[in-house]
């Protein structure tokens, strides 16, 4: 069947909601309203709202109900309604939720999902087009993904709900109305790829993408552009941010002998930063050129008018690969 990204992700959490009668949505407006984006359309209305609950305007306050509700044995999924609305709840998530499991020596756990809506693309105002992952992935004690496709959208929130480890779920919000064809029974039966795997989507020879989110339909799009050019890049979306899946990133590089990483976070300090310096002590002797980052630039999100020069796109992508050809 053709299904979008929000509609995967829906009817992952209706699954997840079947299976686990401990598994609670939580959110601003996701009960009676759907969502702003709709993810959450019609549950309620089928799970009742002791199960698919609105909340106050008050992210601290949902995070800190669900952390103490997953300690109860729950395993509740909250939405964080935009990115940008995600650092009054910082404290509760950074101080609270990820120390948990270390500071009881792994007796208590805190199986808790919590979705973000994060990225640029749909000409929001501020506050509503954030990329905060690196926050998140530098704190210990967090597992954090991002599917960047329906078929994926559907089985990795039915994965991160499952686990028993606190799990930031970015949801890329300009690919929600993306349309992919996903047999759902098919996943069912024949199972997933492992959350912390990542997935090579497109094999070539001459250079490697890494991507993840938002812009690995950026990085597809830049690999098609070069194969009319001659040229063969090979597509990781990364999916599972912490951890990452360095073994599948290595061993692409060390065929290509190029690295090129891209996101939609400021380059400085962003999670290309980490990913080349892990890959430059690995594949020090493969690589035929440096590490090169295409991401945004490193300013606050620009108005909605500005943001398609913020954003990466094929051209800058292959502009770094121009770069590391002539190296």
């Known amino acids: 069947m053709i299904t979008t990204f929000a509609a995967a992700l829906n009817a992952g959490l209706r699954r997840a909601l079947e299976d686990d009668p401990k598994v609670v949505l939580m959110g601003e407006d996701i009960g009676r309203l759907g969502g702003v984006f709709r993810v959450t359309d019609t549950l309620q209305k089928d799970f009742g709202d002791n199960r698919v609950i609105d909340t106050p305007l008050a992210e601290s306050g949902i995070i800190g109900t669900a952390f103490g509700m997953a300690l109860r044995g729950y395993r509740p999924v909250c939405e964080i309604q935009f990115d940008g609305f995600v650092y009054p709840a910082f404290d509760q998530i950074v101080s609270q939720v990820a120390k948990i499991s ?119 799009s830049a690999a098609r552009i070069a194969a009319q050019e001659g040229h063969a890049l090979e597509v990781i979306d990364l999916r599972s941010l912490s951890p990452i899946d360095f073994d599948t990133v290595a061993e692409s590089v060390a065929k290509t002998g190029r690295l090129i990483v891209t996101h939609e976070a400021p380059v400085f300090a962003g999670l290309g930063a980490e990913i080349a310096a892990r890959i430059t002590e690995r594949c020090f002797y493969y690589l035929e050129a440096p590490v090169l980052r295409v991401g945004g630039f490193d300013i606050p999100y620009p108005p909605a008018k500005l943001e398609r020069h913020h954003l990466p796109d094929p051209d800058r992508i292959l502009h770094a690969f121009d770069r590391a050809l002539a190296a």
Request: proline share 7%; with cysteine.
């Open 102 to 220: 270390y500071r009881t020596r792994g007796q208590v756990r805190a199986p808790l999902t919590i979705r973000i809506p994060f990225g640029g693309g749909i000409g929001a105002v501020e506050h509503h087009s954030e990329s905060p992952e690196a926050y998140f992935a530098h704190t210990a004690g967090l597992r954090v993904v991002t599917p960047s496709n329906p078929a994926d959208a559907y089985t990795m929130i039915q994965q991160a709900i499952a686990l028993n480890d606190p799990v930031i779920f970015f949801e890329p919000k300009r690919r929600y109305w993306d349309k992919a064809e996903v047999d759902l029974d098919a996943l069912d039966q024949e199972g997933a790829l492992p959350l912390d795997r990542a997935r090579v989507c497109t094999v070539g020879s001459d250079a490697t993408v890494v991507t993840y989110g938002g812009t690995v339909s950026t990085g597809l």
